[in-house]
């Protein structure tokens, strides 16, 4: 079964700290891991994206690390600001099956961060 | 910037009644998606098209159909309502490529919360 395991569920963390979220998969044909950042009462939106050909990603306060042999990447907020606070998913897509170029793209459950001032 | 308009942000619904979730997109994207958001469950795709009158089920497709008879336009259906089903319910579209690839990614509406009674 194609599962994308997140972790925590929630996070409590001060403003100024770097909260990571944690995430998981099995299947090694999975080829782009996307992060989803989602504000209350919005619809996701893609925050940072990397291929497995790479180990570490940076877009500003964000970073991406990913372990190939392990099979785990994480988000990494620098500095982080109550304006981060938010429910972030990790996702991975892959190749789907036989049929084409179609991906499909898993999300894990989702980890809520709250950044206190 | 990409917008994906869902037609209703809230729904109350009856048991039993046929309920339509449209939604709309001003891009010109190829795929588009239905998404069902619980707390503690993520994101679990229930139907995606990647052309008009294409579709493909998704991970959950029971008791749910979908139309696309226009390229902007993609119309998640509930048959006969049932509680089970209340939830939220996200759109997404993103350009050829695929579900979704390195440089086409998803871009959601802002949900329909559905409440079936």
């Known amino acids: 079964q194609q599962q994308v395991k997140q972790s925590p569920q929630s996070l409590i963390v001060q403003k100024g700290g770097i909260p990571i979220i944690n995430c998981a998969y099995e299947?090694?044909?999975?080829?782009?891991f996307p992060w989803y950042q989602q504000f209350p009462g919005k619809g996701p939106a893609l925050l940072i994206a990397?291929?497995?050909?790479?180990s570490e990603k940076k877009e500003g306060r964000f970073t991406i690390s990913f372990n190939k042999s392990a099979k785990q990447f994480s988000l990494h907020i620098m500095d982080s600001q109550p304006g981060d606070s938010a429910t972030y998913f990790c996702a991975a897509g892959g190749q789907r099956g036989s049929g084409g170029s179609n991906y499909k793209l898993t999300f894990g459950k989702g980890t809520l961060l709250t950044v206190n001032p | 910037d990409v917008k994906v308009t869902q037609s209703s942000r809230y729904l109350v619904k009856r048991t039993g009644e046929k309920v339509f979730l449209e939604c709309v997109q001003d891009m010109d994207h190829e795929n588009m998606f239905w998404y069902r958001q619980d707390p503690g469950l993520g994101l679990r795709l229930i139907y995606f098209?990647?052309?008009?009158?294409?579709?493909e089920k998704g991970d959950i497709p029971e008791g749910y159909s979908v139309s696309r008879e226009k390229k902007e336009r993609f119309s998640l259906i509930l048959e006969s309502a049932s509680t089970n089903q209340t939830s939220m319910y996200l759109c997404?579209?993103?350009?050829?490529?695929?579900?979704?690839?390195?440089?086409?990614?998803?871009?959601f509406g802002n949900g329909t919360r559905l409440t079936v009674t």
């Open positions: 299947n090694t044909a999975f080829d782009y």
């Open positions: 990397i291929r497995p050909d790479v």
């Open positions: 098209s990647y052309d008009v009158k294409m579709k």
């Open positions: 997404a579209s993103s350009y050829t490529g695929g579900i979704s690839s390195y440089n086409s990614p998803l871009h």
